[in-house]
Nanobody, 119 residues
């Protein structure tokens, strides 16, 4: 069982930037496609970005395309999400998880990291 710990969230103004990290332990994430997901208050959790095992293929939700960049360092067992030009609608708790077809492949979620964007 892989344990995932998200970090790097914070409060920024619109137009600002943040980089989130997802550190894995217990089992290497290098054998999984990985994804970032987010959940805003009162809304369902949604897919944000995904990355293949090798890192050569990345894919994004339309709402973040061109602003967010997902990457991975398999040697460090860490996934990243670089977010620029943040908007108030990006405010949410962000989570990472193994992913397939833009859906998490397990029901267990970490504590997430809060991103708050003010206008």
């Amino acid at each position: 069982q892989v344990q995932l710990v998200e970090s790097g969230g914070g409060s920024v103004q619109a137009g600002g930037s943040l980089t989130l990290s997802c550190a894995a332990s217990g089992r290497a994430t290098s054998i999984f496609n990985m994804g970032w997901f987010r959940q805003a208050p009162g809304k369902e959790r949604e897919f944000v970005a995904g990355i293949s095992v090798s890192g050569r293929r990345t894919y994004y939700a339309d709402s973040v395309k061109g602003r967010f960049t997902i990457s991975r360092d398999n040697a460090k067992n860490t996934i990243y999400l670089r977010m620029v030009n943040l908007k108030p609608e990006d405010t949410a708790v962000y989570y990472c998880n193994p992913e397939s077809d833009r859906r998490a492949t397990r029901d267990y979620w970490g504590q997430g990291t809060q991103v708050t964007v003010s206008s």
